[in-house]
């Protein structure tokens, strides 16, 4: 059998989990070959498991989508690629009970996307095809034969569906058009790197943190499992010594039982299973067992080299060294995670060329950025808000921001604690995404709410909640406006030592009704992995005859106290907001500029910019609380998460002066 030799390979969805082994192992062992990996950076993605990589002068990244079919068509030509890897694809089964359309998008259309280009450039010698094992569907208890290549294809939920139609897609452009077509279906895979929605990172991010095991229905579901390196080794044998037209079953014929997986996470951990382990419902579906037969693949050379016991010693070895690799994973490591998932920026409605660009950053890594064109339309197109909160300040700032980018959006229509006029809205607007700008934060201010605590329980407590189940229900990212008045600063976190509260942190204060309804709602979303909760505090914009600006507040009264405080500039801020919603941020977020400033601070800046006549006098806390019903919140909020995330954001003096005191400078006579 001769043995393929590639030239150029293309790999998608290399920042991913299996896929980014064979990407490092290539670039490693074959220096020839130039490796140009491909990937939308998508949840489950993380470009630092290319970090093997990076340095090396064959390979290349791209940031883009398999689902445009213009970058796809400029890479193959450019790159001169005559081998592609197709991995890219959404893989969670339990994601594909609640965003079934995305794995259609995703599996389907972007294969479809792939062979099409192709078929037009003419130039693939290999296409190799990844699938899975879930296409056969469920394997008898009692079967001692597991199954072939030839077998028929049963899929039992969205996910092994889509993928099954996108083998058929293959298999039908091998056919029609000769395309050099290789199909791989793969038992479970593990080891480092893994996104931790998969069963073995999950419980091990979980045992880790102390928290109990899930599992689902009673634990007897057997799988196989297959180290990422044993895996990897696989795809390069058949890349060099696979036949075209041919399909490869990757397995092994040891099983184990969800049960036994979780016993044995236990054990590495010294936990007690018995009192770990905790049963939750079941999976709508869940496949008893999958049962490959691998002989083929071993004809080939390749056969499987790590034991369970070590594969799996490795792998907790490797999340223990690297616990913050992927971030916030509290929303994956629910027993149901419903992971969103988001189409990447390119759209390939200008000319490709000028979309893609080689770069170079500070490490030397090569690389290449799809950059969305700034007169492209098609993002936003894509995109639909449906935002509540119509007749309040932020509610009303989102909407002009939308018609100023061109986004289609609408107001919901429903109260936010009737579930049925909520529906009702999502049916009728269609939206992406859903923004709740809505609540009552007093009439003028926070003490009304003191003797308003049922209305205020109704749609702080009572409303975001709904609103939050609902669009879980049908999938959609909620954006939640929420506050940061829910501490207040105590002996960890003194006034002015710069220490503040990070995202993680409990609430302290209580002082107010209006805050402790935000503490507690804030507590309960916790367990909505489709929320991105956003930490307002004293909310700032460039328009001082707003009565709800914090500016316009404290240049009303006759005394103000002067405390030093995290504040949030809506100008700079709220256009983040729509951003994170297109990259899919979720969980909590210090939503303030970083720093703090003082009431003092913020009136001098006043006085020298808007009002050189300007006067004021300051009172103490205890004079203060003599004029007011409940007390205030006063605290700084550590926004580290926030900047590392958006590096341009200004800090509070820098945003102050930038957004709202320049735009509104007076000029005065000499």
């Known amino acids: 059998m001769a043995t393929y030799k590639p030239k150029n390979i293309l790999i998608t969805g290399a920042a991913g989990f299996i896929a980014c082994h064979v990407a490092n192992r290539l670039v490693r062992k074959y220096p020839d070959y130039k490796i140009v990996v491909l990937d939308k950076l998508d949840y489950c993605s993380n470009l630092k498991n290319l970090n093997p990589s990076r340095h090396s002068p064959n390979y290349k990244f791209v940031k883009g989508d398999i689902a445009s079919a213009d970058l796809v068509n400029y890479l193959l030509i450019t790159e001169s690629i005559d081998t592609i890897m197709h991995f890219a694809a959404q893989t969670h089964v339990d994601n594909s009970f609640g965003n079934s359309f995305e794995f259609t998008k995703n599996n389907i259309y972007g294969t479809h996307v792939l062979l099409e280009a ?5 130039q693939i010698t290999r296409f190799i095809h990844v699938s899975t094992d879930e296409v056969y569907g469920e394997t008898d208890e009692d079967a001692v034969v597991g199954n072939h290549e030839a077998s028929q294809l049963l899929p039992t939920n969205p996910y092994s569906a889509t993928k099954a139609g996108a083998e058929m897609l293959v298999m039908a452009y091998g056919r029609s058009y000769g395309l050099p077509v290789i199909t791989t279906r793969g038992n479970n895979v593990y080891g480092p790197n893994q996104f931790p929605e998969k069963l073995i990172p999950k419980f091990i991010l979980l045992a880790m943190r102390g928290q109990p095991l899930p599992i689902h229905g009673d634990g007897s579901n057997v799988r196989s499992y297959l180290y990422c390196e044993d895996v990897a080794e696989a795809f390069e044998v058949i890349l060099h010594k696979g036949e075209v037209g041919h399909v490869y079953n990757i397995g092994t014929k040891k099983e184990r039982r969800v049960i036994d ?3 044995d996470i236990c054990k590495l951990f010294s936990l007690d299973a018995d009192s770990v382990i905790k049963f939750v419902e079941n999976r709508p579906f869940n496949d008893q067992r999958y049962f490959l037969d691998d002989q083929k693949l071993k004809n080939l050379g390749w056969s499987e080299r790590t034991i369970w016991e070590d594969g799996l010693k490795k792998t907790m070895e490797w999340y223990m060294s690297n616990p913050d690799w992927w971030g916030d994973v509290s929303g994956a490591l629910l027993p149901h995670p419903r992971m969103l998932m988001m189409a990447g920026p390119f759209d390939g409605s200008e000319e490709t060329k000028s979309l893609v660009s080689n770069s170079v950053d500070d490490n030397n890594q090569n690389s290449m950025v799809v950059r969305t064109p700034k007169s492209s339309t098609s993002q936003k197109s894509q995109l639909k808000f449906l935002i509540y909160g119509r007749t309040g300040w932020i509610g009303g700032l989102l909407g002009k921001i939308c018609e100023k980018h061109g986004i289609p959006y609408e107001y919901g229509r429903g109260r936010l604690q009737e579930r049925s006029q909520l529906i009702l809205d999502i049916q009728n607007v269609k939206p992406t995404h859903v923004f709740n700008a809505a609540g009552v934060t007093g009439r003028p201010n926070v003490d ?10 109704r749609t702080n407590v009572v409303g975001t909640l709904t609103l939050a189940d609902v669009c879980r229900e049908h999938g959609l990212l909620l954006m939640n406006y929420a506050t940061g008045c829910i501490f207040e600063y105590d002996a960890e976190h003194l006034e002015g030592s710069g220490i503040g509260f990070k995202e993680e942190d409990k609430p302290n204060f209580i002082g107010s009704f209006y805050s402790k309804t935000k503490a507690m709602v804030e507590e309960l979303m916790k367990e909505y992995d489709n929320v991105c909760t956003l930490r307002v505090r004293m909310p700032i914009s460039s328009d001082l005859s707003n009565p709800r600006n914090f500016i316009t507040k404290i240049t009303r009264y006759n005394k103000v106290v002067n405390i030093p405080n995290s504040m949030t500039i809506l100008d700079e801020l709220l256009p983040i907001s729509i951003e994170m919603a297109k990259r899919n941020c979720r969980g909590i977020w210090n939503f303030t500029n970083p720093g703090v400033v003082s009431h003092n ?24 609380a003599k004029v007011i019903v409940a007390p205030r919140s006063n605290n700084e909020l550590d926004a580290t998460k926030l900047k590392t995330e958006f590096p341009e954001l200004l800090s509070i003096k820098d945003s102050l002066i930038k957004y709202v005191f320049e735009p509104n400078k007076k000029v005065f006579p000499n």
Do not use: R
């Open 261 to 263: 997986v979780a016993k």
């Open 118 to 122: 192709c078929k037009v450039t003419g």
């Open 448 to 457: 009304w709410c003191e003797s308003h605590k049922q209305e205020t329980i």
């Open 601 to 624: 601070e913020i009136l001098e800046m006043y006085k020298s910019y808007i009002d050189p006549s300007f006067k004021w006098a300051n009172f103490t806390l205890e004079e203060q």
